[in-house]
């Protein structure tokens, strides 16, 4: 009973932070659920009840991150005769269309960049849940730092406490904060780059070229993209927006450095046509783009370190606390169960079940991209070559059975899972450093195979200590044999590589353990282990105060670039029938959060407006398989009525700006009802109602609160009545506007408006 006692005191509880992790997972899901395109699935401790807490680790999430669309064949790997969980993937047969845009190695296998990468031909929707985990807020003073690292099969993202750091000390800079006018500019050149794209090129049979990102080596200032913002507003409304304007190289143009574009091949002798991504964010930050980079993790506006940097690297080193952490791992599913795991579907067992078993099989495995550890590495991991450079040639992926492994840590008692945390602080305490020889992943396979072969009516509360025996026992075996089994894998063997000096070393210390586990384990509790500091780069530091603003344009350049790609995702047949039915389901994951943190009465009844609307809609657009003339008025009706209250709720009528947006109300719900109605819609009566209702709001603010006016706020004052004047006073036959004088005329404004300003400040007038 003493043991147990002491079992019960290991912490393995899911910290906050964790928590908030994970529902971030559960919300992206639910909009990747919408396209079904792509997948996140939580994996390892914080899944399977197996965390061990100390003061001052709690662990981290592993997410892996998958594309549904490309599921490989089992057929097409060439397992490795030496290291049977480990595989070469072939590009050909099945496998020639998902690759044709790879570059394949030896004309034969695929390399592991494709996914190591993240690779925009594969990767689409998942670049947001990347962003925004690893990206975020860095304050000038105090708060969290987030900082990436490559792993050996992903990436490793850390949010770091730098509350009591001088952060401006260290990488000798100050932050400077957003640039409020050159967003706005981006805001508006982005929606305009949507705009064309469903608006003016619907129904052409020429539509307009999409503007081309291109790699600028000079980049463009707040002026220029505000100018080239209002030039190409002025333009579009004008209708002067012709194909040679949005040609990549014009020179009124600026571009963000986080563009995509597509580069078309065409081969002159068999016809074939290459359609290549291109990434124009190298790593290196070189001036040369590289034909072949499609890598998305280098395009976040984050500096992304190696896992395992050189000691003797110039670049000074800086030791935080870890506020959270999360393993992003992309994969790839395959179909069929791996040939090498065969023999684990028809294995003589006590555990699990035949149901457990079949439920495993089902459910699938995915390769991820990680090498065998050789013997030349000595069994050292931190002497792999991983560097996106070896990610080009180097063609080995391992099966990950993450997924398998957490049916299986479900289905286990309590019992046994007490068990496993108790061998998981033996880990943490007393063998996690050196030798550096087994990981916890070496005692959840040990934990299956015991389970294995034990009678499930061993495992109750008074036969934990001989449950935890029994493990320590087989892990001596296995470190006297030099041979630890992959549970799923009876022939891998995870310890493959490592000197035997090392093992022995970590046998001494196991054997040590068995004979007192009492004691260790009490050593634990009395005397947690303390985890290292998080170490990250001076050229870390400087790059995530330096891309305040990339951030936020990455945010605007992703969303673009997924609504642009809308049309060429939904391809499946049944994708228009389901998409209601998968948004409703996103839309319930998203009321759940926001129920659980809003206290206002108002945002509330804004919730349950929208849920009226969405569920009003789906309901009768899934009533009958054929709708009547009655069906479709009676969902216009619903549509508009349930939009007026969501936008009556979201202003109210006491609002001090309430008489404005009633303004915009009016105009959008009569376009609205038009547009339901398949009639004529008044685009000048539409988008002059909200550009009112935008001029007077923010004069409302200038005039309320004029020490607190910001630059931004006069430049939009400025932008907004030069595209009235250029685009609701036009006539049709009157459409050829001087934009040279609209820039002048615009500029004019925009400096009488900040001179007009009592309190303005010298830096008011600093655009860039």
Same mark, same amino acid.
């Given at each position: 009973?003493?043991?147990?006692?002491?079992? %019960? &005191?290991?912490?393995?509880?899911?910290?906050?932070?964790?928590?908030?992790?994970? &529902?971030?997972?559960?919300l992206m899901n639910g909009m990747f659920a919408v396209m079904d395109m792509e997948e996140l699935i939580p994996?390892?401790? @914080?899944?399977?009840?197996? &965390?061990? !807490?100390?003061?001052?680790?709690?662990?981290?999430?592993?997410?892996?991150?998958?594309?549904?669309?490309?599921?490989?064949?089992?057929?097409?790997?060439?397992?490795?005769?030496?290291?049977?969980a480990f595989l070469h993937v072939r590009g050909d047969s099945d496998h020639a269309n998902i690759f044709k845009n790879v570059k394949l190695v030896d004309d034969c296998h695929v390399p592991v960049m494709v996914l190591k990468q993240i690779q925009k031909h594969f990767f689409r929707?998942?670049?947001?849940?990347?962003?925004?985990?690893? $990206?975020?807020?860095?304050?000038? !003073?105090? #708060?969290?730092?987030?900082?990436?690292?490559?792993?050996?099969? /992903?990436?490793?993202?850390? *949010?770091?406490? +730098?509350? !009591?750091?001088?952060l401006n000390g260290f990488v000798g800079q100050q932050w400077k904060g957003v640039d409020k006018l050159r967003i706005l500019g981006k805001l508006i050149d982005s929606s305009l780059d949507v705009f064309i794209?469903? /608006?003016?090129?619907? #129904?052409?049979?020429?539509?307009?070229?999409?503007?081309?990102?291109?790699?600028?080596?000079?980049? @463009?200032? $707040?002026?220029?993209? %505000?100018?080239?913002?209002?030039m190409k507003a002025v333009d579009v409304f004008t209708g002067k927006y012709k194909e040679e304007q949005s040609d990549a190289d014009s020179p009124n143009s600026c571009y963000s450095k986080n563009d995509y574009f597509e580069e078309t091949e065409i081969d002159p002798e068999n016809g074939d046509v290459t359609i290549r991504y291109i990434n124009n964010l190298d790593i290196d930050e070189s001036d040369e783009s590289d034909e072949d980079s499609d890598d998305i993790s280098a395009s976040m506006p984050v500096a992304i370190e190696s896992n395992y940097d050189d000691e003797d690297s110039d670049d000074k080193k800086v030791f935080l606390p870890k506020v959270s952490s999360a393993d992003l791992v992309p994969a790839?599913?395959?179909?069929?169960?791996?040939?090498?795991?065969?023999?684990?579907?028809?294995?003589?067992?006590?555990?699990?079940?035949?149901? %457990? +078993?079949?439920?495993?099989?089902? @459910?699938?495995?995915h390769i991820v991209s990680k090498r065998p550890l050789f013997l030349e590495l000595n069994g050292d991991p931190t002497n792999e070559d991983n560097s996106p450079e070896s990610d080009k040639t180097n063609t080995f992926f391992r099966l990950s059975f993450s997924q398998c492994e957490l049916i299986l840590a479900k289905s286990l008692t309590e019992t046994q899972k007490c068990c496993w945390r108790i061998l998981k602080a033996y880990q943490k305490a007393f063998l996690g450093t050196e030798p550096k020889v087994l990981a916890s992943y070496h005692w959840k396979n040990v934990v299956f195979w015991v389970s294995e072969e034990t009678d499930p009516s061993f495992w109750t509360e008074d036969n934990v200590l001989f449950g935890v025996c029994k493990a320590l026992d087989f892990m001596i075996r296995c470190l006297q044999e030099r041979f630890i089994p992959v549970y799923f894998v009876r022939n891998e063997n995870l310890i493959a590589g490592c000197k035997h000096e090392v093992i022995d070393k970590a046998l001494a210390r196991v054997i040590s353990i068995r004979k007192n586990p009492i004691g260790y384990l009490q050593l634990f509790i009395e005397s947690p282990p303390q985890s290292l500091p998080y170490r990250v780069s001076n050229?870390?530091?400087?790059?995530?105060? &330096? !891309?305040?603003? $990339?951030?936020?344009?990455?945010?605007?350049?992703?969303?673009?670039d997924s609504v642009r790609d809308f049309p060429k995702l939904a391809t499946d047949e049944d994708f228009y029938s389901r998409l209601p039915c998968k948004m409703l389901e996103f839309w319930q994951l998203m009321k759940y959060d926001m129920e659980e943190t809003v206290?206002?009465? *108002?945002? @509330?009844?804004? %919730?349950?407006?929208?849920?009226?609307?969405?569920?009003k809609v789906v309901s009768k657009l899934h009533s009958e398989e054929d709708k009547s003339a009655d069906d479709e008025d009676s969902i216009t009706k619903t549509v508009v009525e349930t939009a007026g209250n969501i936008l009556s709720s979201i202003t109210g009528e006491t609002s001090k700006y309430a008489h404005i947006n009633r303004e915009a109300i009016h105009a959008l719900t009569e376009s609205a009802t038009a547009f339901c109605e398949e009639k004529s819609v008044d685009h000048q009566k539409a988008f002059g109602g909200v550009l009112s209702a935008l001029t007077s709001t923010i004069d409302e603010r200038l005039k309320a609160?004029?020490?607190?006016?910001?630059?931004?706020?006069?430049?939009?004052?400025a932008f907004i009545e030069i595209v009235t004047e250029n685009v609701l006073n036009v006539s049709e036959s009157a459409q050829s506007t001087d934009v040279p004088s609209v820039i002048k005329s615009f500029l004019s404004k925009f400096g009488d408006k900040l001179l007009s300003h009592d309190h303005a400040k010298e830096e008011d007038f600093d655009l860039d």
């Open positions: 009973m003493v043991f147990l006692d002491l079992a %019960i &005191k290991i912490d393995s509880s899911l910290h906050p932070n964790l928590q908030v992790q994970l &529902k971030e997972v559960k994996v390892g401790s @914080c899944m399977d009840g197996s &965390k061990v !807490n100390t003061p001052t680790d709690y662990g981290d999430v592993d997410i892996l991150l998958v594309p549904k669309k490309y599921v490989l064949n089992e057929q097409l790997f060439d397992y490795d005769p030496n290291y049977p929707l998942v670049t947001y849940f990347v962003h925004g985990t690893t $990206s975020g807020g860095t304050p000038g !003073n105090g #708060g969290t730092f987030n900082t990436v690292k490559r792993s050996g099969v /992903g990436l490793e993202f850390a *949010k770091l406490d +730098v509350n !009591n750091f001088d794209d469903f /608006g003016l090129n619907k #129904g052409k049979e020429k539509p307009m070229t999409r503007r081309k990102g291109k790699k600028v080596k000079k980049e @463009c200032t $707040s002026t220029n993209i %505000i100018l080239s913002a209002a790839f599913k395959f179909d069929d169960w791996p040939r090498p795991a065969a023999e684990w579907m028809t294995r003589k067992r006590e555990w699990p079940s035949e149901e %457990i +078993v079949q439920k495993v099989v089902e @459910c699938g495995c050229t870390a530091l400087k790059t995530a105060l &330096k !891309n305040k603003n $990339s951030k936020v344009e990455y945010v605007l350049d992703t969303m673009v206290t206002s009465n *108002k945002f @509330c009844e804004f %919730i349950g407006n929208v849920d009226t609307l969405l569920n609160k004029p020490s607190s006016s910001s630059t931004v706020l006069h430049g939009a004052s």
